[in-house]
């Protein structure tokens, strides 16, 4: 008997996401006067580094109750309809959002569905829409120390009924094309399901979810966070793991995911800014590296805003903090690796790109190498990820080819034949590509 196969991936993810990279976006740091209109006056610029999907963080009025820092959280919602005065008015993100349309950008905005600020007005009109802990207290999500908001409960299915019309208000009315949903699998997978559907009825979303759980791409999510991703990078480049270590990343992704989903990879956030330092801080030499692995390796690459300017501080959370804005070399090479993500089929985000294909070598404990290729393309990538000079040959035929180095202007064919040997000098990469 024929057992058909039957997808996992219930739904379809938008075309214009399959070359897609992402950029977020800060509105309060973004610039001293922190508002949607001085946004606006940059998404030209944001283009131009190549990115096409823009992430607005929470754009709503920010609860005071328990309210941390000056300006407390913007994930502390006191209403889900409304917009933060401090940002504009609904005319000014309308703007916004109709000059990134005609940029041909996409906008997705932060939702917050597990928890709401103390003061929301659903505290006292629905009360029973909120978990408990065992006094029978509101309380924020379990073992954590959120102690500005408090959690929803799931059961209930008027507040699911809410929620969705909530989503859907900002497509109606701001035609917005998705969300990034934070702490998405503290709430109900069966609940994504319901709003997936009743989005994708007024139009085709993308849907991003701050989670590493591969069940959220079933039913809902096009992207999820690849945390073990940045982890196992930071680990590698502070020899805490072996370089298998990233190699045991992309065998469970590759065979423990579906081929649909698409994993956002990403050396910053505004978490990682905040709490854990700067990708300099973080990374350090490596940290050009491993831009290019989060840009021409499977998975979509994330910039936090002002990671093109080199990044150069934290930025508090709870209060303003501007972005040291500058023009800067990270900037340039993400602007370069972006073009070709978006021209090169081969590079495109989860099955409209191709695997990445292990080639073996003499320094396996440090350099890591692979290839990616489909009919129109092919790309033979190289890192040391070592501090220290290594001489690498290559194994096996699959990387044998005549390519160009996207990074040497000349344009000058290299033959990378079966006795090719290569000098990296720490944390060097190489990218070589052959276009047919």
């Not at 977020?24 to 922190?34: D, E, K, T």
């Not at 023009?327 to 070709?340: D, E, K, R, V």
Request: glycine share 4%; charged share 25%.
């Amino acid at each position: 008997m024929n057992h058909p196969v039957i997808p996992y991936v219930k739904h379809i993810t938008p075309l214009w996401a399959s070359n897609a990279s992402i950029y977020q976006i800060n509105v309060r740091h973004f610039s001293p006067a922190g508002t949607f209109d001085s946004v606006t006056n940059e998404l030209a610029r944001i283009k131009q580094l190549g990115v096409t999907i823009i992430w607005l963080m929470p754009i709503h009025i920010i609860g005071k109750l328990k309210r941390k820092g000056t300006l407390g959280s913007p994930y502390s919602v006191k209403d889900f309809y409304s917009i933060n005065p401090e940002f504009g008015s609904d005319i000014e993100l309308k703007a916004l959002i109709h000059e990134a349309h005609d940029l041909e950008l996409k906008v997705i905005l932060d939702w917050v569905p597990n928890h709401s600020a103390l003061d929301n007005a659903l505290v006292i009109e629905h009360p029973e829409w909120y978990a408990r802990d065992y006094k029978g207290d509101f309380r924020p999500p379990p073992w954590c120390d959120w102690s500005d908001i408090i959690e929803f409960d799931y059961t209930q299915a008027s507040l699911r009924e809410y929620m969705i019309e909530a989503m859907c208000y900002w497509l109606n009315e701001f035609d917005i094309d998705g969300f990034r949903c934070d702490v998405a699998a503290y709430v109900p997978n069966d609940f994504w399901r319901q709003v997936r559907t009743s989005l994708d009825e007024i139009k085709p979303v993308f849907m991003l979810a701050e989670s590493e759980h591969r069940d959220l791409h079933e039913y809902a999510f096009d992207m999820t966070y690849a945390w073990s991703w940045n982890k196992v990078l930071f680990n590698i480049v502070h020899k805490r793991v072996h370089l298998d270590e990233l190699r045991g990343y992309y065998s469970w992704n590759e065979r423990s995911w579906p081929e649909e989903a698409i994993r956002m990879t990403f050396l910053s956030n505004h978490d990682g800014n905040a709490w854990e330092g700067t990708p300099n801080e973080r990374f350090g030499d490596a940290q050009q590296a491993c831009i290019v692995l989060s840009c021409l390796g499977q998975g979509m690459p994330l910039i936090h805003n002002g990671q093109e300017a080199g990044e150069s501080k934290r930025l508090a959370f709870f209060e303003k903090d501007c972005i040291e804005w500058q023009t800067h070399s990270i900037g340039a090479l993400y602007a370069q690796l972006l073009s070709l993500k978006q021209r090169y089929t081969a590079l495109w985000n989860g099955n409209y790109g191709a695997l990445m294909h292990q080639v073996p070598n003499s320094h396996q404990d440090s350099i890591f190498s692979f290839v990616r290729q489909d009919n129109e393309s092919k790309w033979f990538v190289i890192f040391n990820f070592s501090d220290q000079h290594k001489q690498v040959a290559f194994y096996e035929n699959l990387y044998t080819d005549e390519y160009i180095d996207i990074f040497d202007a000349s344009n000058r064919l290299h033959d990378l034949f079966d006795d090719f040997e290569i000098d990296l000098e720490p944390w060097e990469y190489r990218v070589f590509m052959r276009e047919y």
